[in-house]
């Protein structure tokens, strides 16, 4: 059953809208919480009027910092911001929660905090990426600079020095945004001194414990619910501002407060992917063999939190070279909160790793895919540790062929069909592997079906169809009679979703805990007093049966049987510490890119990912995978656009001007999988796939382009004024 194709356990109960998401909780009683946001970038708040919002009808309660609400305090981070909403006076960014509106309704809510006005002492804000970059400063937290160099080199400059060829480039990339399909949202509800919560999130605990420390109270006493997310890509992970207001509100009012972000709000509470500047040396021989790599990022940092992105880091683990040096800076500035977006530091490193690669590859006349092959990294190149399993250049072979890479024109321009301009690009795409300590518990029940339950999170990743999988692959039956119980916080501590860890991390416990509920099983079989097997020495287990002595009984049946309503094991498995070798995924794209002769549009028009995971689990949620990475990476390279105004507010912040691909900005995408499990890693053998698909997609679009166009573009998104002319 392993690596088949399985249609989603939990599919159609969301096409028909019965799936229920953290919104879609409708409490008695329920009040109805709206954030009032800044309309600066940086100042105080010296008054807030709210006498016509507190008269207005259906209005319980504002707060306000001159009217706070008590009950939490901020002394934790997860990649959101440093400081608690409504503490303070002082704005920090354009778009702050500074005001919580509670009404019965959630139009009486907003119509209300449209009538709050406020007065601010506005101070000159740090706004603009690009006119900042002279004033980069280093991290707050790691090296600066990370240099390996061979014995006969004392610096990368002096490596390049001694290179026969040398290419340089700068690539830029601007604000991105993760634009998930539900905005956040929280219910909140207290019993007592006990809170459930209804929240979206990346990983129940991770609510939870963010909110015992918030809140003060034991996690114990917290119970967040949320089995179904409408995506995520890192900035479901930390608490935003509607949370704890919730909470903190439901608790003063005694009934349970909801409130939802609106779509413009998303763009601004809840945190974007940094503004990055690349500048790249390649140092090579004549012949593509690289001698030297000097890769310098710059990363824009918001004022209000900690997170930084270091997008140098993708040049210490993709290609062979003696010598490496990775220089790491932040800009600081008066913006919404920067954090983790899919593929975090490696989409946009490889952009440029990959670019100035292809530039390489064009200088010298050779190949790109060739260039590629001749660098080679058969161990990781900083540590020089062996790779767990890595089977790319697999990847590059089938790809090749499969694409059709051989009829690849080298000359730009040289391929037309009508006004059209057609090229060819190619990129690699790579993406570390982990596997850390996860808790499953599976229960094998008296109607014949099976519980799988953990902590974990379906961000629409497939999640819980591979608890389902395993859990029946390891019992024998079919997937439809296991059913995957999933963010909830009551259950085992299961791995969040969140750096391609999930699958890898879970999988093995979900093995696990469903080999031993089967122990269980029979050894209920052979000493329950009622069963039909009591005291066999011969008992076994097999799909889905027990059986002894000519006798053979369903498992639903025994636990009736000896009136059990069922057996259960929790299981865990532990983080993998062995650090003799390297984990990494890897895979390589290949593009065909048409651009219009005369109005310069460029149009996507077919496209190939060969990926190495390890152990494919689910063919079917793979594929999927893959290929939401790669619409997400050509909206990266072609659309997307979080524009900031002067003022430090992002005029695209709705989905009207924040332009995603779409189904017809997208032609069919061909993915294939090279399936050689990793062994090292766990018995499961899979690596995570969640990340990896966006991972080099703008390069290989950028090569494409300039295939077709002969034009070179260094900045995304590549739109039509940039190949224009």
């Known amino acids: ?183 956040h949202a929280t219910v909140a509800t207290w019993t007592g001194d006990d809170l459930t919560i209804y929240t979206v999130s990346q990983g129940v605990r991770l609510v939870q414990e963010r909110l015992s420390s918030t809140l003060g109270i034991d996690q114990s006493r917290i119970h967040v619910i949320n089995p179904h997310v409408g995506g995520g890509f890192g900035n479901k992970w930390g608490m935003w501002a509607q949370m704890p207001l919730a909470a903190a509100a439901a608790r003063v009012l005694g009934r349970p407060v909801k409130s939802a972000l609106t779509r413009e709000q998303v763009f601004t509470i809840v945190g974007h992917r940094p503004a990055t500047s690349q500048t790249v040396s390649l140092g090579a021989k004549r012949d593509g063999t690289l001698v030297a790599v000097k890769h310098d990022g710059i990363s824009s940092k918001s004022a209000s939190n900690s997170f930084t992105e270091s997008v140098a880091n993708t040049s210490l683990s993709t290609y062979a070279s003696p010598n490496i040096h ?115 518990k599976v229960r094998m029940l008296a109607d014949g079906t099976v519980v799988v339950a953990g902590t974990g999170a379906d961000l629409g990743t497939g999640q819980s169809t591979v608890f389902a999988i395993l859990a029946a692959d390891v019992l024998g039956i079919p997937v439809t009679r296991v059913r995957p119980d999933i963010g909830d916080s009551s259950a085992p501590t299961a791995a969040n979703a969140g750096g391609s860890g999930s699958t890898s991390t879970n999988g093995p416990a979900v093995q696990l805990a469903a080999d031993a509920a089967r122990t269980e099983l029979l050894r209920v079989a052979v000493e329950h007093e009622r069963s039909p097997f009591h005291g066999m020495t011969d008992v076994r287990y097999e799909n889905g049966d027990v059986k002894a002595g000519g006798v053979t009984m369903s498992f639903g049946t025994l636990l009736s049987t000896v009136d059990m309503p069922a057996v259960e094991a929790t299981a865990t498995s532990p983080r993998n510490e062995n650090r003799t070798v390297a984990y990494r995924s890897f895979g390589a794209h290949f593009c065909e ?133």
């Open 1 to 183: 059953m392993i690596g088949q194709p399985v249609n989603r356990v939990d599919g159609r109960l969301k096409v028909t809208g019965g799936a229920q998401y953290a919104a879609d909780h409708n409490l008695a009683g329920l009040a109805y919480g709206y954030l009032v946001t800044s309309t600066i970038a940086r100042g105080a708040i010296t008054a807030m009027d709210t006498e016509k919002a507190a008269q207005a009808p259906g209005v319980l309660a504002i707060y306000t910092p001159f009217n706070p609400l008590g009950l939490f305090t901020y002394n934790k981070e997860q990649n959101d911001e440093v400081n608690a909403p409504l503490k303070d006076v002082n704005v920090r960014y354009h778009g702050q929660a500074i005001g919580f509106v509670v009404a019965e309704t959630f139009e009486q809510a907003r119509d209300a905090a449209a009538l709050v006005t406020v007065q601010y002492a506005a101070q000159p804000a740090t706004t603009s990426f690009v006119d900042n970059l002279a004033n980069a400063t280093p991290p707050p937290s790691g090296a600066p600079t990370v240099d390996v160099l061979a014995p006969e080199f004392t610096s990368i400059d002096q490596a390049l020095a001694a290179s026969e060829v040398v290419v340089t480039g700068t690539y830029r990339t601007t604000v991105t945004d993760h634009a998930a399909m539900e905005p």
């Open 326 to 440: 990775v220089g790491r800076a932040i800009v600081t500035l008066d913006v919404p909160v920067t954090t983790i977006m899919r593929a975090p530091g490696e989409t946009n490193g490889a952009w440029a790793q990959e670019s100035v690669l292809d530039e390489l590859a064009d200088q010298l006349g050779i190949d790109p895919l060739e260039l590629r092959r001749r660098n080679y990294a058969t161990v990781k190149p900083d540590n020089k540790l062996p790779w767990s399993s890595k089977h790319l250049d697999e990847c590059y072979d089938i790809g090749a062929d499969r694409f059709g890479w051989a009829r690849r024109n080298p000359t730009p321009r040289a391929v037309t069909d009508g006004d059209w301009l057609v090229g060819m690009g190619m990129a690699t795409c790579t993406y570390s592997a982990s596997r850390a300590q996860a808790s499953i």
């Open 593 to 725: 890119i048409r651009v219009n002769r005369w109005t310069a549009e460029p149009r996507v028009s077919r496209w190939l990912t060969v990926i190495d995971a390890g152990q494919i689990v689910n063919a079917k949620t793979a594929r999927s995978q893959i290929i939401g990475g790669v619409i997400m990476g050509i909206g990266n390279a072609l659309l997307e656009d979080l524009r900031m105004e002067p003022t430090g507010r992002f005029a695209g912040a709705n989905l009207a001007s924040y332009l995603v691909p779409v189904n017809a900005d997208i032609p069919a995408v061909d993915v294939a999988f090279v399936d050689h499990p990793d062994g090292l890693l766990s018995t499961l053998g899979a690596r995570g796939i969640g990340e990896i698909g966006i991972v080099g997609v703008a390069a290989a679009v950028a090569s494409a382009v300039h295939n077709a166009t002969g034009t070179r573009v260094r900045e995304l998104p590549i739109t039509l004024d940039k190949l224009l002319g």
